[in-house]
């Protein structure tokens, strides 16, 4: 097997190199969104998602699942008009939240499966 991908299984699930990892990805996640909405653009999940999938990656489900935790919040509070505050959310936020959760839960479950393939094909 290559050793192109053995990064990927460098951090182990439930360390705290993983959270870390996991936070770091979402922090330059919304670095990326705080720049997209100066330009005015309103992807309220768009730039989290990938950061979702990297945390899930590179620390398995206990990171995706982190990451998409603190998300949720971060985006609520910063990015959702009224900006900076926690305002009651509109069905359309209802909508924006829940699709961002499936997406997340799938893009976790995949990365999760992805990670426990390499484990079986690096014996």
């Known amino acids: 097997m290559r050793k192109g991908n ?3 299984l460098k951090l182990r699930p439930w360390s705290l190199s993983t ?3 996991a936070l770091l990805a ?3 996640a ?3 969104q705080e720049v997209f909405a100066t330009f005015g653009l309103q992807l309220y ?3 989290f998602v990938p950061a979702i999938l990297i945390a899930g990656l590179l620390g398995g489900a206990p ?3 982190f990451a998409t935790v603190i998300t949720v919040p971060i985006v609520w509070w910063m990015f959702i008009p009224p900006c900076f505050e926690f305002a009651w959310p509109t069905a ?3 909508d924006s939240i829940s699709s961002f959760l499936l997406s997340s839960a799938l893009l976790v479950c995949f990365s999760q499966l992805y990670r426990e393939a390499l484990a079986i094909l690096r014996k």
Do not use: C, P, R
Request: glycine content about 4%.
């Open 63 to 65: 990171a995706g699942a």
């Open 19 to 21: 959270f870390a990892a």
């Open 92 to 94: 359309a936020d209802y």
């Open 26 to 28: 979402v922090v330059f």
């Open 30 to 32: 919304t670095a990326m």
């Open 45 to 47: 999940f768009a730039t």
């Open 6 to 8: 053995d990064y990927i």
